[in-house]
């Protein structure tokens, strides 16, 4: 399985916007990257995913490098409530399998 | 979350007690997952299925089982719990539409071995 590596810690300023970089070099090529985060000791909740080209919902973007070797979540402007640990992963596509690294945990400032 | 609840939600047992974890979804996905949760740490996968009645180890299996007898129900089972055992045990689902396998996690069942 695709590991991932994440930076531990990150904070971000209120309303500006967050950058969580995620590397994934050893991907093959029909993987896919998805991000989650967790809040507190709740269940990880979906954000985003992506195959090669960039992706943008109501939450977030995801910009993934041509090369597929790395990836980076942008949420346009973090609130306090965006705080969280964020987990970038790479999907296997027998059965869907996933490790799950440590994450990033983004702590939003006023 | 929507379509999958776990139960119970917190459980204290004894060391070498037997102890069964349940996962229930209403989205008829096709794959089911058991992940452990340690503080600080990311998810492991103990255990997953691909549908019913088949299913396959993840990376920190030993001392877990599972069975899944209906499409709904993913039930983990400590054979004899230890306190190593102690964590937070979350169940995910995923279709595997069109090769997406995003999760929908549920909301943890939080075990305490004594």
């Known amino acids: 399985d695709a590991k991932t590596t994440q930076p531990p810690s990150m904070d971000c300023a209120e309303g500006r916007a967050a950058n969580l970089p995620c590397n994934h070099s050893?991907?093959?090529?029909?993987?896919?990257v998805y991000w989650y985060r967790q809040i507190h000791s709740q269940g990880p909740q979906y954000i985003i995913h992506?195959?090669?080209n960039n992706e943008t919902n109501e939450m977030a973007s995801l910009i993934i490098t041509e090369d597929r070797k790395s990836s980076t979540l942008i949420l346009p402007h973090a609130t306090l409530r965006d705080t969280a640990v964020y987990y970038c992963?790479?999907?296997?596509?027998?059965?869907?399998?996933?490790?799950f690294g440590d994450g990033t945990t983004l702590t939003v400032k006023p | 979350d929507a379509g999958i609840t776990q139960s119970p939600r917190h459980k204290v047992t004894e060391t070498g007690t037997p102890v069964t974890l349940r996962c229930h979804q209403t989205?008829?996905?096709?794959?089911m997952y058991w992940y452990r949760q340690d503080p600080g740490h990311g998810l492991r996968l103990i255990h997953y299925?691909?549908?019913?009645?088949?299913?396959d180890k993840g990376e920190v299996s030993d001392g877990y089982s599972v069975s899944r007898s209906k499409t709904e129900d993913f039930l983990l089972t400590l054979e004899s719990a230890t306190s190593s055992q102690t964590s937070v045990y979350f169940c995910?689902?995923?279709?595997?539409?069109?090769?997406?396998?995003?999760?929908?996690f549920g909301s943890g069942t939080r075990l305490t071995v004594v």
């Open positions: 995910a689902i995923s279709s595997g539409d069109r090769g997406h396998y995003g999760y929908t």
């Open positions: 050893t991907i093959s090529g029909n993987e896919y």
């Open positions: 992506g195959l090669k």
């Open positions: 992963i790479v999907s296997n596509t027998n059965a869907g399998k996933s490790t």
């Open positions: 989205e008829n996905h096709r794959y």
């Open positions: 299925s691909y549908g019913v009645k088949d299913t």
